[in-house]
T-cell receptor, first 116, second 113 residues
């Protein structure tokens, strides 16, 4: 079946550094991908909608300069957490919409980010 | 705005017990409703969905009926198995929000032998 690969699965970084998370659709094209953030015992919160070839659409309260999204191809979207701080520590999940039709969203396994 | 509320867990059941996880929603218009499941160490997987009122989604013995009058989409299974242990998320998709899903907080289910 359709698979979304998210990498890395976990990362530890120091405050002030930047971290890039990749989301790839492996057997389908995805013009639209979504980035979610999940806090412990909380829901998945939509951060932004990533659109191939155009700027991402950010949800209210999400800093676009903090969370840089690049959707350079139909199979790859990246989320870069810039100048990370401990409060950015969280679980980040991407999902991709198959361009071929009204199929359900496919999700990556998530990335656990810990900022020390 | 749109929102989803689901019962808090964790829920612990013995094998073969009956499962209900409540989910209610607030939305304008006519959203589609979903249940996703996340097994340990894996990504979210679609379990079932319903796109209009009175539709029943079913998969792997799980069922949920789209009740517009009560704005609910409760998940049920008649006899749970240990392998059903996972986190279950109720979600909705509204046409005015594009293709993004709006999730509930998730309910952790542990089934013991």
């Amino acid at each position: 079946g359709a698979v979304v690969s998210q990498h890395p699965s976990w990362v530890i970084c120091k405050s002030g550094t930047s971290v890039k998370i990749e989301c790839r659709s492996l057997d389908f094209q995805a013009t639209t991908m979504f980035w979610y953030r999940q806090f412990p015992k909380q829901s998945l919160m939509l951060m932004a909608t990533s659109n191939e070839g155009s700027k991402a659409t950010y949800e209210q309260g999400v800093e676009k300069d903090k969370f840089l999204i690049n959707h350079a191809s139909l199979t790859l979207s990246t989320l870069t957490v810039t100048s990370a701080h401990p409060e950015d520590s969280s679980f980040y999940i991407c999902s991709a919409r198959d361009d071929r039709g009204d199929s359900p969203l496919h999700f990556g396994n998530g990335t656990r980010l810990t900022v020390t | 705005g749109d929102s989803v509320t689901q019962m808090e867990g964790p829920v612990t059941l013995s094998e073969e017990a009956f499962l209900t996880i409540n989910c209610t929603y607030t939305a304008t218009g006519y959203p589609s409703l979903f249940w996703y499941v996340q097994y340990p160490g894996e990504g979210l997987q679609l379990l079932l969905k319903a796109t209009k009122a009175d539709d029943k989604g079913s998969n792997k013995g799980f069922e949920a009926t789209y009740r517009k009058e009560t704005t609910s989409f409760h998940l049920e299974k008649g006899s749970v198995q240990v392998s059903d242990s996972a986190v279950y998320f109720c979600a909705l998709k509204n046409s005015n929000s594009g293709y993004a899903l709006n999730f509930g907080k998730g309910t952790s289910l542990l089934v013991t032998p």
